[in-house]
C-alpha cells in the first residue's frame, strides 16, 4: 500500500502547513490544514507563484516558522531525464514564502554544484542577520556540513563520517546535527561545538530535517522515524554542555567558491489553486504527564511510540509538527487513518484517541486523514544522572565566559550611552558578615545570598553552591533575602506570572522602607533581559520603571530553571491599568478635586516620550503595562522586554498580541516588520481611549481586534464610531483622531500629543 508523504511540515498563523504527496507518481502540493479541522487550502507545488521554471523539487524541504517560509531544493529538470556528461548538478535553494493563500517563491538564486547531492538543509537566516543555509553534502565519497552565505560564500564546517538531519535553532544561531550514533550542536556565532553520543535510528528514508523547541534554558529536537514510528526527543540545555573550538579547514574544502556558479531561476506561470486532497475530522487531545524532579544534565533522550501494538495497518503517522508560542508548546501529527496512540511516563500502555465519526468518511489510502493536537509537557521529559557538586571557590570569582560573551554581544547604542564600565570586584566579606549579623527578624538559617563578583552597580554574576541555588526559587516558602539582607521578601506574599514577559514576580521591601519588584527570567531571555536594562539605563526618567540590580546566576536554578534576576522599582500587578479600572471597586480616576482623566493621560503621554525621545519603541503598551505611583499620584511604563530600537525589523509573531497591537502588524504582509515611534500611538491611543472612557476598551482582547481588522474600511468606521459615541470631550476625541489612525504615516507624533494635552488644559510645561 502507498502511503501519503510529507516532505516537510510547520506552524504557521493558527493553521498546519505541509508539504506532500499522496502516492509517488504525483505532484507535490503545498497544503493548509486548518484548526477548523478541514484542510483549507491546497495547491500544486509547480502552481505556485514564481516556480523556477526548468527545475524540479527534490523532495527535500525544511520548514522556517521565524520567517513563516519554506526553504526548498530544487534540481535541474534534464539531471532527472538523464544525467549530464559532465557529471554537473545545477542546485537551487528557493524560499518558499508563505503568505495566506497567496504563497509565493522569492527570487531563487542557483549555484552549480559539481557531481555533488544534497542531504539535508535548514535555513539559518536570523532577523536582521545575513542570509544563510546550513547543508549537508555528500560529493564522491566524502561528507560535509556546509554554511552558504549570501552573497555566495561557502565554509565547510566540518568533514563527516555518515549522513544525518539538520535541525536549526535561528534565535541562537545554533544548528544541529542528528547522526545515527550522536547528535551535536554547532554555535556559528561563538564557533564551538559539543557532540553527545545517542543512537537516533536514522535511514535513508529518514526526513530531511528536524525541529528544535525553545523552552526555558532547553532546547527540544524533534525527529520523526517513519520506518520505526518513533519520535526521537533529544533535550538538551547548554548551559550543561562542554564545548570545543570550531576549526573550519579552508585548505581542503568540500565545496570551493569557484565551484559555486549562480544563475537567476525564472519564474513559472502560475494557475487557480485547485483542491486535490480531503481531509476528515481533527481530533484535539491533551497527553497526561506527570511532573518529575529528575536532575538536570546537558543532554536527556526520549523516545514515543507513535503507532498501535496490533500492526494492522490502521494507523500511519507521516509527519510531527512544532507549534512555537503557545501558553504550552504544542505537538501536531499528521496521520494516515484510523487510531492515534502516543505513550507516556504514567501509564503501560498507549493512550488511543478514539476513531473518528463516520460521518467524515472513510480515507482512501492517497489522502492525508487530518492531524491530532496535542501539548507536550517536556517536563516529563529530563532525566539522567546527577551533577558532580562543585567545589567551594577561594578565590575571587569571574563571570562566566558564556554570560561575557552575551553581554558582548549587545550592539544597542544605550549600551555605549550608559557609559557602563565594567570591573570586577570582590566585596569585603567582613563588612557583609558585620551588616548580616544585625539581620535578626529575618534570619531563620538559611544561606545569604549575595553575589561574589559583578559589574559594579549594574550586572552581578553569582556562583553559588547547590543549597544556595533552590534558595533563589520565588515559589519557595518563607523571607527570602539579596545581598545580606538589603532586599528582603514580603511575607506569605503571592508569585505572579506574567506570560507576556516570560517571568515570575514577586515583591521585596528594602532596608530603607521602599518596595521593589523581583523579577526572574530563564536563560533564553538573558540577552532581551540585559537589552531591557541597558534601554532603561539610557532612558532614566521617573515616568518609566527603575532598573536596580540585574543577577545572572552560574546555572539556572534545580527546580524551575530561573537564570536571571531582575530587580526593579515596583511594578505590583494589583496597581496596574487593567486591574484598578477592572478589578477593584476604586481606581486613581475616582479621586475627587481635579479631573482625573487629565492628569492620567498627561502621565502615559508622558512615560511614552520619555522612550521615544531616546531612540526606543515599547513595543509592549497595553494597560498592564502602566503602575500606578500613589506617592506622585502618577503612572509609570514598565514591562520593558519588547524594547528595540526605532526601525528595527522583526518578525510579526515575536511581538506582543493583545487588544492594543497595531493594525499593521496585523495586515502586513511580510514575515519582517520595521517598529517605529507611530507602532506605539496606536496602542498608547487604546489606552487613552480607556482612560477617557473610565474603563472600556476599544478592542476586548487580540482576537477581537483580528476578527474587526479583516476590513479596514469597515474597522476604521468601528473605531470612530466608538470614539463618539464614548469619548464626551472633545479635547480627547482631537487626541484620538490623530492617534487611532490605521495607516502609520498618518498618525501624530508623541512629540504633538504632548504639545496639543498641554496647551488645551494650560498644564505646567515640565
Given at each position: ?579 484598578l479600572f477592572f478589578d477593584t471597586l476604586w481606581s486613581p480616576l475616582d479621586q475627587p478635586g ?38 506622585t499620584s502618577n503612572w509609570t511604563l514598565g514591562r520593558f522586554m519588547s524594547v528595540q530600537s ?21 495586515t502586513d504582509s511580510h514575515c519582517l516588520h520595521e517598529v517605529t515611534a507611530e507602532t506605539d ?86
Amino acid at each position: 500500500m502507498n502511503f501519503p508523504t510529507v516532505a516537510c511540515s510547520g506552524y504557521n498563523d493558527g493553521k498546519i502547513v505541509f508539504v506532500s504527496k499522496s502516492d509517488q507518481a504525483s505532484d507535490y502540493h503545498l497544503n493548509y490544514l486548518g484548526t477548523n479541522q478541514t484542510l483549507t487550502y491546497s495547491i500544486v507545488m509547480s502552481n505556485v507563484k514564481g516556480y523556477p521554471s526548468n527545475m524540479t523539487f527534490t523532495g527535500l524541504c525544511s520548514y522556517d516558522n521565524t520567517q513563516s517560509s519554506i526553504l526548498m531544493i530544487f534540481e535541474n529538470l534534464e539531471n532527472r531525464l538523464h544525467r549530464p556528461e559532465n557529471n554537473t548538478v545545477d542546485v537551487s535553494f528557493s524560499k518558499l514564502q508563505i503568505n495566506g493563500n497567496n504563497p509565493y517563491f522569492s527570487t531563487n538564486e542557483s549555484i552549480r554544484l559539481p557531481d555533488t547531492e544534497i542531504i539535508s538543509a535548514v535555513n539559518m537566516a536570523a532577523i536582521n542577520a545575513t542570509p544563510s543555509i546550513a547543508f549537508i553534502s555528500k560529493k564522491s565519497k566524502e561528507i560535509a556540513l556546509n554554511i552558504l552565505h549570501t552573497p555566495l560564500s561557502l565554509t565547510r564546517l566540518a568533514t563527516l563520517t555518515e549522513p544525518g538531519v539538520l535541525a536549526a535553532d535561528v534565535e541562537s544561531n545554533s544548528v544541529y546535527l542528528l547522526q545515527a550514533t550522536a547528535i551535536s550542536e554547532y554555535q556559528l556565532t561563538n564557533q564551538i561545538y559539543s557532540t553527545f553520543a545517542v543512537s537516533s535510528h536514522l535511514t535513508p528514508l529518514s526526513e530531511s530535517s528536524a525541529r528544535v523547541l525553545s523552552m526555558n534554558q532547553t532546547r527540544h529536537i524533534l525527529f520523526y522515524e517513519p520506518s520505526t514510528a518513533y519520535l526521537n526527543i533529544y533535550s538538551h540545555q547548554p548551559s550543561l554542555s562542554t564545548y570545543r573550538p570550531l576549526q573550519p579547514n579552508p585548505d581542503r574544502p568540500t565545496l570551493s567558491s569557484a565551484s559555486i556558479h549562480p544563475t537567476t531561476a525564472s519564474d513559472a506561470s502560475a494557475s487557480i489553486p485547485t483542491r486535490t486532497m480531503t481531509s476528515s475530522a481533527m481530533t484535539l487531545s491533551k497527553l497526561q504527564h506527570t511532573k518529575r524532579d529528575d536532575p538536570p544534565s546537558a543532554w536527556m533522550v526520549k523516545r514515543v511510540q507513535m503507532k498501535d501494538d496490533e500492526g494492522d495497518g490502521r494507523q500511519h503517522v507521516l509527519s510531527v509538527v512544532t507549534v512555537p508560542g503557545t501558553e504550552l508548546e504544542w505537538m501536531a501529527v499528521v496521520e494516515q487513518e484510523g487510531e492515534f496512540s502516543v505513550w507516556n511516563d504514567t501509564i503501560a500502555r498507549p493512550t488511543v484517541f478514539p476513531e473518528r465519526s463516520a460521518s467524515a468518511g472513510r480515507l482512501s489510502a492517497g489522502a492525508i486523514a487530518g492531524i491530532v493536537l496535542g501539548s507536550l509537557a517536556f517536563a516529563a521529559l529530563l532525566t539522567g544522572l546527577w551533577l558532580c557538586r562543585r567545589k567551594r571557590r577561594s578565590q575571587t570569582l569571574t563571570p562566566s565566559g558564556d554570560v561575557e560573551k552575551k553581554l558582548r554581544s549587545i550592539k544597542e547604542p544605550v549600551q555605549h550611552a550608559a557609559g557602563l564600565t565594567t570591573r570586577m570586584v570582590q566585596p569585603s566579606l567582613d563588612a557583609q558578615d558585620k551588616r548580616a549579623s544585625e539581620i535578626t527578624c529575618w534570619n531563620d538559617g538559611r544561606p545569604d545570598i549575595r553575589p561574589l563578583s559583578y559589574v559594579e552597580g549594574q550586572v552581578d554574576f553569582a556562583d553559588l553552591l547547590d543549597e544556595e541555588m533552590l534558595e533563589l526559587e520565588p515559589e519557595r516558602s518563607g523571607p527570602m533575602m539579596l545581598f545580606s539582607g538589603a532586599y528582603k521578601s514580603l511575607p506569605d506574599e503571592p508569585v505572579s506570572y506574567d506570560r507576556q514577559e516570560e517571568c515570575a514576580t514577586r515583591t521585596f521591601m528594602t532596608d530603607d522602607g521602599r518596595y521593589c519588584s523581583v523579577h526572574y527570567f530563564a536563560s533564553s531571555r538573558t540577552e532581551t533581559l540585559i537589552r531591557a536594562v541597558y534601554a532603561l539605563t539610557a532612558i532614566q526618567s521617573p515616568s518609566v520603571m527603575k532598573s536596580e540590580r540585574v543577577i545572572l546566576l552560574n546555572s539556572p536554578t534545580p527546580r524551575h530553571g530561573y537564570q536571571s534576576i531582575w530587580i526593579t522599582s515596583p511594578t505590583i500587578p494589583a496597581r496596574s491599568l487593567q486591574t484598578l479600572f477592572f478589578d477593584t471597586l476604586w481606581s486613581p480616576l475616582d479621586q475627587p478635586g481635579r479631573d482625573n482623566r487629565v492628569w492620567s493621560t498627561l502621565s502615559v503621554i508622558k512615560a511614552v516620550m520619555a522612550v521615544h525621545e531616546h531612540g526606543f519603541v515599547h513595543l509592549a503598551i497595553d494597560p498592564n503595562s502602566f503602575y500606578y505611583d500613589p506617592s506622585t499620584s502618577n503612572w509609570t511604563l514598565g514591562r520593558f522586554m519588547s524594547v528595540q530600537s526605532q526601525g528595527t525589523s522583526l518578525a510579526r509573531h515575536r511581538l506582543p498580541q493583545t487588544g492594543c497591537t497595531p493594525p499593521e502588524l496585523l495586515t502586513d504582509s511580510h514575515c519582517l516588520h520595521e517598529v517605529t515611534a507611530e507602532t506605539d500611538m496606536w496602542s498608547l491611543g487604546c489606552v487613552i481611549y480607556a482612560i477617557a472612557t473610565n474603563g472600556l476598551f476599544l478592542f476586548e482582547d487580540f482576537a477581537d481586534l483580528q476578527n474587526l481588522m479583516t476590513d479596514m474600511d469597515t474597522a476604521e468606521r468601528y473605531v470612530k464610531r466608538m470614539v463618539d459615541e464614548n469619548v464626551k470631550d472633545e479635547p480627547f476625541r482631537v487626541l484620538l483622531g490623530g492617534m487611532l489612525v490605521l495607516s502609520p504615516k498618518d498618525r501624530k507624533s508623541i512629540q504633538f500629543a504632548l504639545d496639543y494635552w498641554k496647551k488645551m488644559y494650560q498644564l505646567d510645561s515640565s
